[in-house]
């Protein structure tokens, strides 16, 4: 009897351990590198191809890929065991808000040594490397310090997409200034095009970046985006949702009813159908929809937000991918090593070949097809690049300004909502995590 | 564990022996009675523990707030909206699932349905169907302008009753309450066809001789002899609604438009894991379990019966 007790209990017990097996593996005296990468649009391949660039030259390292497209439900459950990996590719923005949280809780490496660090194999340093504005806006460098806590991995011109076939035969103009814009949302009406439409709300973030700074200009957005007191109740804010407000009376009827995650390719096809005009998306979409039917000559196209004033400066989100190392990471020398890694030339080249474009000086001269078309956008000296979001500050329970910023959408094209329930939100929850931010 | 009722004499050297039971009993019970320890008492328990803190569910500082997360709770709008739409659902799910569900099953099993069987296959398909499924099948049905619903109501020249019956926030919650009741109407139809097909056919017979019709029958022999089974499916009823709402409207909502299709489970969720506020989500938890405590009990009171014997 006593004996079978024992058995049970060994078997319990190995039950038990048997699923937090699972050790380091670094007992051949190499160090073992954990990378967890998101799988984008980009694929996996890339990252493959890089790493067993990297472990060639450098043998002593042996890099661990985990890869997949919910990466943050992967990793999440080791991270609270306290196993985390050592790099991370995973830009803000994603519903997990894995990236936003770890900001949030101070749980990021400094980076800023990796860009005075050299490339392994160059001469120039990963900060010299990389183009002007990309860095040390509140995206890399979240708390508004001169501290680099996440690099720029990838970046993507977002703005509003369309199909440039449908103005050339109509021969319309794209707007330049918001005026032109609503003239042509008039004038489109009457050959039952929509001037707009958006996937899911959610994607309204690029059309707000850039509208808040081409309104009030860089400092109005960089308030917006660290909650300054009142910020929301100034004239500019004010501005930004008057001309959302008019601009979503032109919304395609279709929109709301696709905006959620089952449908909102319904409201992609209808710009590839010539039924809306302008969408804001990101270069993604061209792979996205690839399959999907389209009209007769359709060929995609992007622009900036029409200007304020004619003449007026436009700012243009562009969307970046990051790449972080956790404060608890176990090797972060190497991890650090390998990060200034991915911007060498041998690195970006395998990237590029993937469509991935890394904010590396002089890549975007080497694009072709749809990208070099896209990446156009910040050749125009009338535009600069925006990067960054909402400033991280500690949670606030209940309070998410950006759905309260993108969602609301929704509400205000069917009616159930008013501008002015919109503005009062927005002031108060931004008034509430300025309180904890402070 | 087997004991005769009469002692016999010299039943005192059996007492080491039914010790010996004891033990192989506890070993057997062991495994299980450890896993549920800690995979449910466990957690559940940490869930009561977590809602008296703020923690963002990664960093090492945690803050006892007390009852703080609970009292920020009462001010939350969006908190108060997802709670009246899961009662909304709750209320209107379980009262059309069952009084469907029993009329189905009473007309299967008592009106000699010809093809019923094919009727019940038919029926229960959707509860073997994956959630993912169901909503894909929705997101089809409720298509705006391409959609099954739609486009029929366009063939019947019923054009004004057209409706984006995702995009409405008035409609969208009644849109996922009508795939909760397709997904769960054939379970508890065949649960109760089981239970009706318990019940002495001689009753239906005598009651037929005094001239009763089909639906004094139901309410009069039907009714109270499956009331034991009614109760019980309806506590389990109440209970998985919640979680069926919950992923239903995951999958076909995300709680949109503007959070209008938001439930209690779904408003946890986003909370906890995408605005970083574990605690505070874990005080939605509590509320969820509260709830569904209650609910359970007040159903489980409200139908006490006799049991009827016959």
Redesign the interface.
Known sequence: ?RR??VL??V??LG??TGCSAGGDGSASGKTTLNVAALEGGYGRDMYAEVIQAYEAAHPDVEVRLQISKSIEDEI?PN??AGRYPDVVVLGQGR???LT???I????LEDLTPVLKAKVPGENGTVGDKLVAGIVGNLNTNPYGTEQTYTLPMYYAPTGLFYNKALFAEKGWKVPATWEEMFALGETAKKEKISLFTYP??GYLDSFFFALLADVGGEQFYTDVMTYKQGVWQTPQARQVLDITTRLLRYAA???????????FT?NQQSVLDNKAMFMPNGTWVVGEMADAPRADGFQWALTPLPAVTEGGKRYITTSVESVWIPAAARNKDAAKEFVAYLYSDAAAGIFAKANAIQPIKGIVSGLSGENAEFYKVYEDTSVSALVGGFAGT???????IK?TLF?????II?G??TQEQWQAALNDASEKLRQAGS | MTTSSTPLPGSADRAPRRRGNGVFVLACLLPALVLFAVFMVVPTLNVFRMSFYTWSGFSPDMRFVGLDNFARLLDDAQFVRAFQNTVALLVVVTVVTMGLGLFLAAIMTRQRLRGRVLYRFILYVPSVLSVVVIAAIFSAIFDQENGLLNGTLRLLSLDTLQRVWLGDQDLVLWSVAIAMVWQSLGYYMVLYMSGMAGIPEELYEASALDGASAGRQFFAITLPLIWQNLRTTLTFFVMSAVNLSFVLVRAMTGGGPDGSSEVLLSYMYRQAYTNSSYGYGMAIGVVIFAFSFLVSLLVSRATRREPLQY
């Open positions: 009897m079978s007790l049970v209990s078997v319990v039950l038990l999440t991270m609270k519903k997990a808000a936003e949280t770890l949030k809780d101070k749980a899911t709300a009827p279709t929109t709301v009813g696709y905006a959620n995650e089952q449908d319904k500690p949670p606030v329970e209940g309070v998410d759905g969602d609301t959408a929704n509400s069917s159930d909502k």
